[in-house]
C-alpha cells in the first residue's frame, strides 16, 4: 500500500502538550498536534494512527503541526 503523508509545520517555542486530533475525511487521515510534541506523543501518534490505517482505504496521512507550539529532536 502506498500512502502519501503531508505536513503543516508552524512551529513555536513554549506551549503546553494537548491530545491529537485524529480525523477522516475521504481517504485521508489527518492527524492535528496542538501544543507541543515530545517522544511520548509521537509514540501515542503512532500507535493510534496504526489502528486507522488498519484494515481502511485510507491512502493519505496530513500531519497539522500549524498549532503545535514545540516539537522534541
Do not use: C, Q, W
Request: charged share 25%; glycine share 6%; no cysteine.
Amino acid at each position: 500500500m502506498t500512502v502519501a503523508v503531508v505536513f503543516f509545520f508552524n512551529v513555536k517555542k513554549g506551549g503546553i502538550r494537548m491530545n491529537p486530533i485524529f480525523e477522516i475525511r475521504r481517504n485521508y487521515l489527518i492527524i492535528t498536534v496542538e501544543g507541543e510534541l515530545d517522544h511520548y506523543m509521537a509514540d501515542r501518534i503512532r500507535l493510534k494512527s496504526d489502528t486507522y490505517l488498519e484494515g481502511t482505504r485510507i491512502k493519505n496521512v496530513i500531519f497539522d503541526f500549524r498549532h503545535t507550539t514545540f516539537m522534541d529532536s
